[in-house]
């Protein structure tokens, strides 16, 4: 009989509004906060946190609760957008990023294509670095990076295609 009781009252949590806010956080949290370094942002839990705060203070607006993540995921790429926006006018001259590699030359050479990869993405429009972003960094299935961009699948196609073939000749152009 306690089972029988039990059943409603889960069921009422996973629709609970909060509840599914909250579940939604926990999953795609850190999935977010990569989204957000991979997209440039210096201070990268900063903004997937403010996306999540942003959909916290917006959830009751969404038509549909299923499109939460994809409201989260668009919140982050504008808000790195807008960050690096505002970091080019403050620093004007942005200063190079020193890394320190392992001894090994594997580490090195790895790290070398990780920074040209790093600047050739740099160097494509924000359009084209997010599609590239959500769907090979993150293995976003092009439906979904066709909702984060909020976009039709076919434009999202598109648009990944030319992202790729922006990025093959930055990359082949380099010294």
Sequence with gaps: MRAVSD??????????PEAQYQDLFRRHFRATVRLAQLLGADDAEDVAQEA?????EHRRRLR??????AHVRRTTANLATSRLRHLRVVRRTPGEVT?????????VVAAE??????TALGKLSARHREALVLRYWL??????????????????KSTISR?????????????
Excluded at 64 to 69: S, V
Excluded at 99 to 107: G, H, L, P, Q, W
Excluded at 167 to 174: P, V
Aim: hydrophobic share 50%; aromatic share 2%.
């Design 7 to 16: 059943a409603p009252a889960e069921a009422t949590v996973e629709r609970d």
């Design 52 to 56: 999540f705060v942003r959909l916290h």
């Design 64 to 69: 549909d609760p299923a499109a939460a993540l």
């Design 99 to 107: 890394r320190t590699a392992a001894s090994a030359e594997e580490t």
């Design 113 to 118: 294509q990780v920074d040209e990869l790093r």
């Design 139 to 156: 293995d976003l299935p092009v439906a979904e990076v066709a909702d984060a961009l909020d976009v039709p699948v076919g434009t999202a």
């Design 163 to 175: 992202a790729q073939a922006a990025l093959a000749n930055l990359l082949e152009e380099r010294p």
